[in-house]
Every structure is written in structure tokens, then in C-alpha cells.
Nanobody, 120 residues
């Protein structure tokens, strides 16, 4: 059974930084794409970043240059380093795993989400 557990959300002032972590319990982790999606109140879930390998990463335009996704295959962890946070980044962030490649289409598995709040 696949289980994804996010941590690291919280409240931060605009311009600040947060790092989200996702611990995965899944077989063949290193062969699966990993990603982060977010959902703000009243909006649909959107891609933040998706990664298959260090050379195959897709970022949303709105976070390019500010956010960095990374993975630790040995530890089955996914990270999202978020710098220069803006009020519009405020959302529930979801870890996602499944499939291959770094397309905008999410994989099959989701975490429970972690709230990121950015105050102006």
C-alpha cells in the first residue's frame, strides 16, 4: 500500500522560505516521477513542480527561480525548497508520486496535504 506523508508547512512572511518534505512508502520509488501540487481556496489543484530525474524537471512558471524540487531515492523522500514566498503561494501543498517523466499530469498517489500560509 502506498503512503505519502508531507511535513514542513506553516506560516511565513512574504519573502521568507519554507522546505516541504514528503516521506514515501512505495515500491520502486526511484523509477517513479515525484511532484508537488497545490490548491488554493476556490481554485483547482495545480502543478508546482514535477521531477523524474535531475535532468527531467518541470516547474510551473509562477515558481520558476524561487522553488526547487529534489528527491532522495535511497531515503524515499521528496523535498520542495520554497524561497521568496509570495501571498499568492498560499495553498495546501500535496505530494504526488506515480508515472514516469515530468509532465503536468499527476501520478496516481497523493499525500494528505500540508498548509502553507504566507502573510503580506
Amino acid at each position: 500500500q502506498v503512503r505519502l506523508v508531507e511535513s514542513g508547512g506553516g506560516m511565513v512572511q512574504a519573502g521568507g522560505s519554507l522546505t516541504l518534505s514528503c516521506a514515501a512508502s512505495v515500491n520502486a520509488f526511484s523509477f517513479l516521477a515525484v511532484g508537488w501540487f497545490r490548491q488554493a481556496p476556490g481554485k483547482g489543484r495545480e502543478l508546482v513542480a514535477r521531477m523524474y530525474s535531475s535532468s527531467n524537471i518541470n516547474y510551473a512558471d509562477s515558481v520558476t527561480g524561487r522553488f526547487t524540487i529534489s528527491r532522495d531515492n535511497a531515503g524515499k523522500m521528496v523535498y520542495l525548497q520554497m524561497n521568496n514566498l509570495k501571498p499568492e503561494d498560499m495553498a495546501v501543498y500535496y505530494c504526488n508520486i506515480g508515472g514516469q517523466g515530468a509532465s503536468t499530469t499527476p501520478g496516481a498517489y497523493w499525500g494528505q496535504g500540508t498548509q502553507v500560509t504566507v502573510s503580506s
